[in-house]
């Protein structure tokens, strides 16, 4: 398996904190336990969202609200990386997001277990070519699971990672096809499997000066105890 240093992705990764249940229409018409559809916000650029959404150190200068065929969007850009997570503590939940990933950006992603003092969490990403789960724990970050998949860059994907116990889950839909990936975390190879943590996505460095990862329908479900 393939491990990458969390001090060199780190130094380019700047962390955001949710602080809440979604910054923006923070319900879930579902019964879930986070919503996000940003569609209370206004349209900005950079986006300051102010209630329900910090930055420590400073502002969210890396994200904007859009408008994508009428609807409003979550964007990531330039040429930074940024892991934002909610508040939401959990440790059998699926969190699931509709993403549209730039040409120019390396990878676009959703974070489950997400411990904001180690940095350990599951990550689920996808780069045009294949769809991934890492593993981050120890200082590192391990690939433990991944497939080819067809992607369509003029659509939404929906991205869903599923943590039930030590079996960690993950979706790609384009609503026509489906690509899934599992890891069975045996609680050894890699560290102890992941215990409680936070839900989020992830938006990482872009190969050019230019992009615009798009997220919108975040949402997170608890499926267990």
């Given at each position: 398996m393939k491990k990458i240093g969390l001090v060199s992705m780190f130094l380019w990764v700047f962390l955001t904190i949710l602080s809440g249940c979604g910054g923006g229409k923070s319900h879930n018409p579902s019964g879930g336990a986070v919503y996000d559809d940003f569609e209370s916000y206004t349209l900005s650029d950079p986006w300051s969202p102010g209630n329900g959404w910090s930055q420590p150190g400073g502002g969210l200068v890396s994200w904007a609200i859009l408008s994508d065929n009428?609807?409003?969007?979550?964007?990531?850009?330039?040429d930074t990386s940024n892991l934002i997570h909610t508040k939401f503590d959990g440790l059998n939940y699926t969190v699931s997001t509709r993403v549209k990933l730039d040409p120019n950006a390396s990878m676009i992603g959703i974070v489950g277990r997400y411990n904001s003092t180690n940095h350990n969490h599951y990550l689920l990403?996808?780069?045009?070519?294949?769809?991934?789960?890492?593993?981050?724990s120890g200082g590192y970050g391990y690939v433990v699971a991944d497939s080819d998949y067809v992607h369509d860059w003029t659509t939404y994907q929906t991205l869903t990672l599923s943590m039930s116990g030590s079996t960690i889950t993950g979706t790609v839909s384009d609503g026509t096809t489906e690509t899934t990936v599992v890891y069975n975390d045996n609680g050894t190879t890699y560290g102890?499997?992941?215990?409680?943590?936070?839900?989020?996505?992830?938006?990482y460095k872009a190969l050019t000066d230019v992009q615009n990862n798009l997220f919108d329908?975040?949402?997170v479900t608890v499926t267990s105890p």
């Amino acid at each position: 398996m393939k491990k990458i240093g969390l001090v060199s992705m780190f130094l380019w990764v700047f962390l955001t904190i949710l602080s809440g249940c979604g910054g923006g229409k923070s319900h879930n018409p579902s019964g879930g336990a986070v919503y996000d559809d940003f569609e209370s916000y206004t349209l900005s650029d950079p986006w300051s969202p102010g209630n329900g959404w910090s930055q420590p150190g400073g502002g969210l200068v890396s994200w904007a609200i859009l408008s994508d065929n009428g609807s409003n969007v979550l964007c990531h850009k330039g040429d930074t990386s940024n892991l934002i997570h909610t508040k939401f503590d959990g440790l059998n939940y699926t969190v699931s997001t509709r993403v549209k990933l730039d040409p120019n950006a390396s990878m676009i992603g959703i974070v489950g277990r997400y411990n904001s003092t180690n940095h350990n969490h599951y990550l689920l990403t996808i780069n045009g070519l294949k769809v991934i789960i890492r593993k981050f724990s120890g200082g590192y970050g391990y690939v433990v699971a991944d497939s080819d998949y067809v992607h369509d860059w003029t659509t939404y994907q929906t991205l869903t990672l599923s943590m039930s116990g030590s079996t960690i889950t993950g979706t790609v839909s384009d609503g026509t096809t489906e690509t899934t990936v599992v890891y069975n975390d045996n609680g050894t190879t890699y560290g102890d499997v992941l215990g409680t943590g936070y839900a989020g996505i992830a938006s990482y460095k872009a190969l050019t000066d230019v992009q615009n990862n798009l997220f919108d329908n975040f949402r997170v479900t608890v499926t267990s105890p």
